[in-house]
């Protein structure tokens, strides 16, 4: 309680007539904000920055400077709010160089972040550097700060040229993190250098990654080095080339590619059966059966999404199976079918198995899908 009384009291100084009063409500603001709770830190920071506003005091300009490094979230945006407040221009020009120079990532990702909204055209550059920053959450920040930018009108053309140079970069984690930003970018000028590293990259990370922003792209030119790539079934930490490559072909939908992941399905391709469902051609059917029977569980999905009889006679068959994961990932994939039939079988499956463990294991079967997701590039739509 006096804690906060005594906050209280130097939001109030603030207000002083005395300047040695309000300097010393600063010096006392400044360290409480290190050690109250959040909620304190908040108001503190609202009220330092309101004064800073409205008296251009350097001293309180600098706590909020300082405050872009502190842990709380909110106290770094309330911060940047205030030098806004008090020079949009400055505080871009102090951004820049926190997201350039500053050893705290917290601050690096703030930074990022609000220099976007600021829409100043001197931001372009060090957010496109920062894509690349040594902390996943500043590389987000930065895309998000970019397309805030492009969102007022700002041009990404150099931005696009830049990252396509990115692929040459020495460092194989440099040429992935630029083959995934590459994606976002919309722009046709990034298919043909996305192509040239799905086939030739030496790092299976970076070829898997090209795969994942050419599906982005969803550009019919795609279809036949995607289906070379189907061959390709180096790993990398995230996932398979050949698994991306098929999620990329089942974005495009292109009917061209349905035999080559029949063969890639058959060949032990386990994304294949994700792009066959995406195309949704019958000539998957019976493929799609045998790799389910097989333990491919996202062919279920696959034949669920294709709704054809013989691949819904399939799951339904399934449902009597002595295997847990095969029965509850036929469950959870005839769970998006509306045949009465369908919710009859599913209604009579309830009766015959518990239902707290059924819904234990589907849950499981879900996540084993959702994993095998994110690995054909389903998680890259932020």
Not at 30 to 52: F, L, M, N, P, R
Not at 278 to 294: K, M
Not at 322 to 350: G, K, N, W
Request: hydrophobic share 45%; aromatic share 4%; with cysteine.
């Amino acid at each position: 309680m006096s804690e906060h009384s005594g906050v209280e009291t130097s939001i109030n100084n603030l207000k002083s007539e005395h300047e040695e009063t309000r300097h010393a409500a600063l010096l006392a603001l400044a360290d409480a904000v290190k050690s109250t709770d959040y909620a304190a830190q908040e108001t503190i920071v609202w009220a330092v920055g309101d004064y800073a506003a409205r008296s251009k005091d350097q001293f309180a300009i600098q706590i909020m400077k300082d405050a872009i490094e502190h842990p709380n979230f909110r106290v770094r945006n309330i911060a940047v709010t205030a030098l806004q407040w008090i020079d949009s221009e400055q505080t871009a020009t102090f951004l820049i160089q926190v997201l350039q120079t500053h050893p705290n990532s917290n601050a690096r990702d703030t930074a990022a972040e609000r220099l976007g909204t600021l829409i100043d055209s001197r931001a372009v550059k060090p957010l496109a550097e920062a894509l690349f920053d040594p902390e996943s959450h500043v590389q987000s920040s930065a895309h998000l700060g970019l397309k805030h930018l492009q969102h007022g009108g700002y041009s990404m053309s150099d931005l696009v040229e830049y990252l396509i140079a990115k692929l040459n970069d020495s460092d194989p984690q440099i040429r992935q993190l630029a083959a995934r930003w590459l994606g976002s970018s919309q722009d046709e000028r990034a298919l043909e250098p996305l192509v040239n590293s799905l086939l030739y990259d030496e790092m299976p990370a970076v070829r898997a990654s090209a795969a994942m922003s050419i599906a982005r792209l969803k550009d019919q030119r795609a279809v036949d080095p995607l289906i070379t790539a189907l061959t390709d079934s180096a790993s990398s930490e995230i996932g398979k080339v050949c698994d991306h490559a098929a999620g990329a072909l089942g974005e495009i939908r292109d009917t061209r590619a349905v035999e080559p992941l029949i063969l890639a399905l058959k060949n032990g391709c386990e994304g294949a059966a994700g792009g066959l469902g995406a195309i949704g051609d019958s000539r998957a059917v019976d493929p799609l059966i045998t790799a389910f029977r097989q333990g491919n569980f996202t062919a279920a999905f696959a034949l669920a999404t294709l709704n054809d009889s013989t691949g819904i006679d399939a799951l339904l068959d399934a449902l009597q199976s002595e295997h847990q994961e095969q029965y509850i990932a036929a469950y959870s994939a005839l769970q998006r079918v509306t045949d009465p039939r369908v919710v009859e079988a599913l209604e009579a499956f309830h009766k015959t198995k518990q239902f707290a463990e059924m819904d234990r294991l589907a849950a499981d079967v879900m996540r084993q899908i959702a994993k095998i997701a994110a690995d054909v590039g389903k998680n890259l739509n932020k």
